[in-house]
């Protein structure tokens, strides 16, 4: 057996003194079958350089490993951190060689702790800080080609959401402007322990052919997008005054990058916001 069922994670669980906690998230994947059903959603091949968050006590790591990707875990509980290369020589020897592990927040992670150059995210996130990290990675490591996470339902719904939608939101429009995001499938709560209150969701993500603008940019486009769905119910023409200056300014900006003063955040795309910062630039 290459991968943890039931038995073998409350097992490890027990001989760690681990008990999952709702501060960081922790709800460990129990089901060899949905692991493997994510590692396949996710489109992981051989040779594949993964990005995995918060393995746990390594369910899905063991998995992105039996499909033969190199994979860089990235665990803040330093008992977790710290077993998960002796799980992996246990269950899966000739796998070893292709795990590293970084001990730390992935809150505060930086490009210079991956030895290699990730190109697939792969992750069950913790539930309570799934956006903020998100975020962060798609900004710190643009090599990033492809993602799948596993999130809460009403988190993903608003990742992938579009403009227009009652649960488009900033994350769904910072996300947009990194790639395309879907639906993937839904997850049971019975593959879970703990059982979770909430429902799950699995996100899949492509990254863009073409960047949509600059680090410079992107800055003052997110700017923009956290002032508008600040107040959300306000005209742009008001929202934005905070970011675009008095509302002569905030008005001539939005005109010359075609876009109506009168409408709110949701109606606007990435891009929308894109050309109200160059044209206010």
């Not at 947009?176 to 899949?204: K, N």
Request: proline share 7%; aromatic share 4%; glycine share 8%.
């Amino acid at each position: 057996m290459s991968l943890l069922g039931p038995a073998e994670v409350r097992e490890l669980a027990e001989r760690l003194g681990v008990s999952p906690t709702k501060k960081l998230g922790q709800n460990f994947v129990i089901d060899p079958n949905t692991v493997r059903k994510i590692v396949r959603l996710a489109g992981v091949e051989p040779g594949d350089r993964a990005i995995e968050v918060g393995p746990g006590l390594g369910s899905l790591t063991l998995g992105l490993l039996e499909a033969g990707a190199a994979v860089t875990a990235i665990e803040i509980d330093h008992r977790l951190a710290a077993e998960l290369p002796h799980t992996v020589a246990a269950m899966q020897p000739e796998a070893v060689a292709r795990l590293s592990v970084i001990r730390s927040d992935a809150l505060d992670v930086t490009p210079s702790d991956f030895a290699d150059t990730p190109e697939i995210l792969v992750a069950n996130l913790p539930y309570n800080v799934s956006v903020p990290i998100l975020m962060h990675l798609l900004e710190i490591v643009p090599s990033l080609r492809a993602g799948l996470v596993m999130v809460q339902a009403e988190v993903g719904h608003r990742i992938a959401a579009s403009p227009g939608s009652k649960e488009y939101g900033a994350p769904s429009a910072k996300a947009a402007w990194y790639g395309d995001w879907r639906l993937a499938g839904t997850v049971s709560r019975r593959i879970f322990w703990p059982v979770p209150g909430v429902d799950s969701v699995l996100v899949g993500y492509a990254r863009r052919g073409t960047p949509l603008g600059s680090v410079a940019e992107r800055s003052a486009t997110f700017d923009l997008v956290n002032a508008a769905f600040a107040q959300r119910r306000k005209m742009l023409r008001q929202s934005l005054q905070p970011v675009l200056g008095p509302l002569d300014r905030a008005v001539a900006a939005m005109e010359a990058a075609g876009v109506d003063p009168a409408a709110r955040a949701e109606q606007l795309g990435i891009e929308d916001f894109l050309a109200i910062a160059r044209a206010a630039a």
